[in-house]
């Protein structure tokens, strides 16, 4: 039996440019993105924690594309999920080059409107630590969906 192989991509980041859309010639609507995530290393030599930033090229397909270049902008943060591709190409002097893109499977747009490209266009690090804490609030007791439980937040084996 042959093994199967994984390809999986989860990353967050924000917008570097505005979303390209385009179509393919049967008219399926094809949006380019480019995100940067960053990654904290500590420096060998100072002993301070330091930033590197890193970019990929995301293309969404039909109507997510069509709903990403509407919507999105600029800075703006966005959660993708999908898979690596690699493709060969020549350019246009006639060197081969080779590219690496991920391929949206589901694209989530992170923050509101006003959330990307309002510090002048620039790209502003975000956190992996949620925002809002309002989810990991206690439950309040009692009444719930109007069954009757008796079970107690001591009582879950987790």
Known sequence: MAATNINRVIITGNLTRDPELRS????????SLRIATNTRRKD????EWVDQAHYFSVTVFGRQGENAAQYLSKGRGVAVDGRLS???????????????EIIA?????????????????????????????????????GGGGG???SAVDDDIPF
């Open 24 to 31: 393919t010639g049967s008219g399926l609507s094809v949006c």
């Open 44 to 47: 060998a030599a100072s002993g």
């Open 86 to 100: 690699w493709r060969e190409y020549t350019d246009g002097n006639g060197n081969k080059r080779e590219a690496v």
């Open 105 to 141: 499977e589901n694209l989530q747009f992170l923050g509101g409107p006003g959330d990307g490209g309002g510090n002048g266009g620039g790209f502003t690090p975000r956190s992996d630590v949620p925002v809002s804490t309002d989810d990991f609030a206690p439950a309040p007791v």
């Open 147 to 149: 069954g009757s439980s």
